[in-house]
């Protein structure tokens, strides 16, 4: 039986052209890659462990030891539930950074919340606020930073909800390594108890809470293969070293960061992870920096304990934040590839987020081609063509099937984490020609 059928499929091969069967071979092969690529992406997540807590009275940093700076305009009423959060995990100081005209309206949200007073007062953490005259969130950052006194910088987005009062103590352990500069942890999204309900819930944010569904297990996989992150460590949460982000040669560049032309405001989370990866490789660094010349390195802790969660917005102001997100990574692939540190130089410390950097590039590229061979194969072997798309829509509807198990109540707005799967058609596209575009694109104050 096995013989005929080789016979027959032989046969039936042997009627068509060199290139009809290239083009069929180019497509498997395409989708060969996909899949290994996502067996080592899978086989690397699994070889990633958390880093060890220290012993209480032998950890090198406490949570005394951390100024939190949280750069804000147009904050929402999440606010004081967030810092609520912040200050369970007792840190030094919580410093805000406004614009000049936003202080009185702060300071009365702050004052009139509940429960901010005596959460202060059981931590001992003191409350600052911060201005400058016009927005800009990195020149609000390192003004923070600059009045920070604690030994370890943490960066807070003000959306940012931390899921328990062990955050910091998390987050702070990779610091036990002298080599650790930058520190961030896993990333969720926050989807308030009332809105957990299919006719509440809006596609917006189930396209958000499917694009950082799939983002989760690679932040694994890269860091167990170079120690590095999948591109970013997230801007909602960050902790750095102190002497690096009040080095002035560091600040400098982060506020003199241009792209054509145009001083960056956004993007910081990108700068700053790729700064503190491949500085030491830096040619204008001698002469410069204060801080030793090293190779600092990454810590990544995913562990529950140490999650931080995000509110997601309701409202298309989200497509807003995507086309931020997606100009600033690309941005961000640009420069690294190019000349900060360069390819064949970012290869030395982070291998394998060049090569998946590199692969990011030519996406759009391979898409258009395999776009150009489904359509061949169509014409050409239909009967096969037919096979391989319920193949691939298979495996599609068993990772929706996943999103939806874990996310029951967006099942009936599933559509729009399968136009999220498929962003990736235009977003690049889009981002090429939006690249000189610069906003903090979803506060209404820039």
Not at 401 to 424: E, H, T, V
Request: net charge positive; charged share 20%.
């Amino acid at each position: 039986m096995s013989t005929f059928l080789y016979n027959s499929l032989s046969s039936l091969m042997s009627s068509y052209s060199f290139s009809e069967k290239a083009h069929l071979v180019a497509l498997f092969g395409l989708y060969l890659w996909d899949y290994i690529d996502r067996k080592q992406t899978q086989s690397l997540a699994s070889q990633y462990r958390p880093f060890p807590l220290p012993l209480a009275d032998r950890a090198r940093f406490k949570a005394r030891d951390v100024s939190i700076v949280v750069p804000t305009i147009d904050w929402d009423e999440n606010l004081p539930r967030n810092l609520l959060t912040w200050l369970a995990t007792a840190p030094r100081e919580v410093i805000f950074v406004t614009v000049a005209s936003s202080v009185p309206a702060l300071c009365k949200v702050l004052k009139s919340a509940p429960g901010v007073y005596e959460a202060c007062k059981a931590s001992g953490t003191e409350i600052k606020i911060s201005a400058v005259k016009w927005a800009n969130k990195r020149c609000q950052l390192c003004l923070g930073i600059n009045n920070a006194v604690g030994s370890i910088i943490c960066l807070v987005d003000d959306d940012a909800r931390w899921t328990s009062n062990q955050v910091l103590e998390h987050l702070l352990a990779p610091f036990e390594n002298d080599d650790v500069g930058l520190v961030g942890g896993p990333i969720g999204s926050y989807v308030p108890e009332e809105r957990q309900n299919p006719n509440i819930i809006t596609p917006w944010e189930v396209a958000a809470l499917r694009i950082r569904q799939r983002r989760g297990p690679g932040m694994a996989a890269f860091f167990a293969a170079d120690r590095s992150t999948n591109f970013t460590v997230s801007g909602l949460t960050m902790l750095l070293r102190a002497e690096l982000v009040k080095d002035p040669y560091f600040q400098f560049l982060f506020t003199d960061d241009l792209w054509n032309g145009i001083r960056q405001n956004t993007g910081d989370d990108g700068f700053i992870t790729r700064y503190i990866l491949f500085q030491h490789q830096l040619p204008h660094r001698k002469g410069y920096s204060r801080v030793p010349n090293k190779q600092w390195r990454l810590g990544i802790q995913l562990t529950p304990e140490a999650e931080v969660q995000t509110s997601l917005m309701t409202d298309n102001r989200f497509a807003a934040q995507c086309r931020r997100w997606y100009r600033s990574g690309l941005r961000l692939r640009l420069t690294c590839l190019r000349y900060e540190p360069g390819y064949w130089k970012m290869r030395q410390t982070a291998p394998y987020m060049a090569r998946k950097m590199l692969g990011g590039m030519i996406n759009p590229l391979l898409t258009a081609i395999r776009l150009y061979l489904w359509c061949f194969i169509w014409q050409t072997f239909p009967l096969v063509a037919a096979f391989w798309l319920l193949y691939v829509l298979y495996n599609w509807y068993l990772s929706l099937r996943g999103f939806s198990k874990q996310y029951p109540f967006c099942g009936s707005k599933i559509w729009a984490a399968m136009i999220a799967d498929n962003l990736y058609l235009v977003s690049d596209i889009y981002s090429y020609l939006t690249l000189s575009v610069e906003s903090w694109s979803n506060r209404l104050g820039v």
